[in-house]
């Protein structure tokens, strides 16, 4: 393709890409979104002494750990509307600067960071996760990131934002597995003392009993609540509970974790093995709502170079069932009903099985 036309293509694409997410931010600008009200409610309720695990007539119970809600304390001192519009800002925001991270991380192409800039600001997840007013574009860029500062041999900086994305959301605390695998002890030690340090300064504010309600109350249930397999729960247990395969998920979600923890033990770049580890976890995880797939934009930016026209193939099918939003029209047909409302975690598993055929070829260098 001539130069002139590659610039037209990728001039194109970012406007297409920043109409779509304008004319999102449209849309919701005085909308009060629903996790987001949740945050601020919460987070006003514990400004003011009470337990926000205690709080009646939210959009659903916060779930969240403590710590989470010291990210919203400047946003409690405005109107909830007026704070919903800085959320859906500050969100579009951190997508914009992981895009531009990760296409210096990976050294993608302007074509190939364009492509996959208009993909996802046209996706369901990002909408979704617009409207909800959720925190998944503070953890793409936290683990963006983490990613940017190893490459820049940064570690200690690194650490910093791979505790960040584990004081926002428990599950990123898998990376560490990756971290050990690694024989990176510097971010490790750093990381640790750096979430010890903020929950030790969040008890000036948080009261202890908040913690261990949290701990009895929300966390244990959490963990070890049965699937469920709504549709915007797109985790391998939801998919198994749409078949009406029950009491083998754990199994099989543990067997998909060592297989990856095998892979990624070996050689490999960094960006390579926290990619299928990330796919991983979000597949295991009890709950993937589809608002989480904002997250698969790093795997994206690292497949999206793949020379085989084949591989790239199915990375685009992929990427289509994960950005989609499909309604139920085959109420008719169990079977067909369930492949059909399982297309994000199908999309994952297509992914994930490039990045582990990439991963390994690499692993099989000399």
């Given at each position: 393709m001539a130069?002139?036309g590659?610039?037209?293509?990728?001039?194109?694409?970012?406007?297409?890409?920043s109409?779509?997410i304008f004319r999102?931010t449209?849309i919701?600008w005085?909308?009060?979104?629903?996790?987001?009200?949740?945050?601020?409610?919460s987070?006003?309720?514990?400004l003011?002494g009470d337990?926000?695990y205690?709080?009646?007539?939210l959009?659903?119970?916060?779930?969240y750990?403590?710590?989470s809600?010291?990210?919203f304390?400047?946003?409690?001192f405005?109107?909830?509307?007026?704070a919903?519009?800085?959320w859906?800002l500050?969100?579009?925001?951190f997508?914009?600067?992981?895009v531009?991270?990760?296409?210096?991380?990976t050294k993608?192409?302007?074509?190939?960071?364009s492509?996959?800039?208009f993909i996802?600001?046209?996706s369901f997840p990002?909408?979704?996760?617009l409207?909800?007013g959720q925190?998944?574009m503070?953890?793409l860029?936290?683990l963006?990131?983490?990613l940017y500062?190893?490459?820049n041999?940064r570690?200690?900086v690194?650490?910093?934002?791979?505790s960040?994305?584990?004081i926002v959301k428990?599950?990123p605390a898998l990376?560490?597995?990756?971290v050990?695998?690694?024989?990176r002890w510097?971010?490790?030690g750093?990381?640790?003392l750096i979430?010890?340090?903020i929950?030790?300064?969040s008890?000036l504010?948080?009261?202890?009993?908040?913690?261990?309600?949290y701990l009895?109350?929300?966390?244990i249930?959490?963990?070890?609540?049965v699937?469920?397999g709504e549709?915007y729960?797109?985790?391998l247990?939801?998919?198994?509970?749409?078949?009406?395969?029950?009491?083998t998920?754990v199994?099989?979600?543990l067997?998909?974790?060592?297989?990856?923890?095998?892979?990624?033990?070996?050689r490999g770049?960094i960006?390579e093995?926290?990619?299928l580890?990330?796919?991983?976890i979000?597949l295991?995880?009890a709950f993937?709502?589809?608002?989480h797939?904002?997250?698969m934009?790093?795997p994206?930016f690292i497949l999206?170079k793949e020379?085989?026209?084949?591989?790239?193939?199915?990375l685009i099918?992929?990427?289509?069932l994960?950005?989609?939003?499909?309604k139920?029209?085959?109420?008719?047909?169990?079977l067909?009903n369930s492949i059909?409302?399982?297309?994000?975690?199908?999309?994952?598993?297509i992914?994930?099985i490039?990045?582990?055929?990439r991963?390994?070829n690499?692993?099989?260098k000399?």
């Amino acid at each position: 393709m001539a130069p002139l036309g590659k610039k037209i293509i990728v001039t194109l694409l970012l406007i297409l890409g920043s109409l779509s997410i304008f004319r999102t931010t449209h849309i919701l600008w005085n909308s009060l979104l629903p996790d987001f009200s949740i945050f601020y409610i919460s987070t006003k309720a514990l400004l003011e002494g009470d337990n926000p695990y205690l709080l009646k007539d939210l959009f659903t119970q916060l779930n969240y750990p403590p710590t989470s809600l010291m990210f919203f304390i400047p946003l409690a001192f405005f109107s909830l509307s007026f704070a919903s519009k800085i959320w859906i800002l500050v969100s579009i925001c951190f997508f914009v600067v992981s895009v531009y991270f990760l296409h210096i991380i990976t050294k993608s192409t302007l074509l190939h960071t364009s492509f996959l800039f208009f993909i996802f600001a046209i996706s369901f997840p990002l909408k979704f996760t617009l409207g909800m007013g959720q925190v998944n574009m503070l953890l793409l860029l936290a683990l963006t990131l983490f990613l940017y500062f190893i490459h820049n041999k940064r570690e200690k900086v690194s650490a910093i934002f791979l505790s960040l994305s584990v004081i926002v959301k428990l599950y990123p605390a898998l990376f560490y597995l990756l971290v050990v695998i690694t024989k990176r002890w510097k971010i490790l030690g750093v990381s640790v003392l750096i979430i010890l340090f903020i929950t030790l300064i969040s008890l000036l504010l948080i009261d202890s009993k908040i913690y261990m309600y949290y701990l009895n109350n929300i966390l244990i249930p959490l963990l070890t609540e049965v699937e469920k397999g709504e549709y915007y729960n797109q985790a391998l247990s939801a998919t198994f509970k749409r078949f009406g395969i029950e009491g083998t998920s754990v199994f099989l979600r543990l067997i998909l974790l060592i297989i990856t923890m095998l892979v990624i033990s070996k050689r490999g770049r960094i960006f390579e093995r926290f990619s299928l580890l990330l796919i991983t976890i979000l597949l295991i995880n009890a709950f993937t709502w589809q608002h989480h797939l904002v997250l698969m934009l790093i795997p994206a930016f690292i497949l999206i170079k793949e020379k085989s026209k084949t591989k790239l193939t199915f990375l685009i099918i992929g990427l289509a069932l994960i950005i989609s939003n499909m309604k139920n029209v085959f109420s008719n047909n169990d079977l067909i009903n369930s492949i059909y409302l399982s297309h994000v975690t199908i999309g994952m598993v297509i992914i994930w099985i490039l990045q582990f055929i990439r991963l390994q070829n690499e692993v099989k260098k000399p």
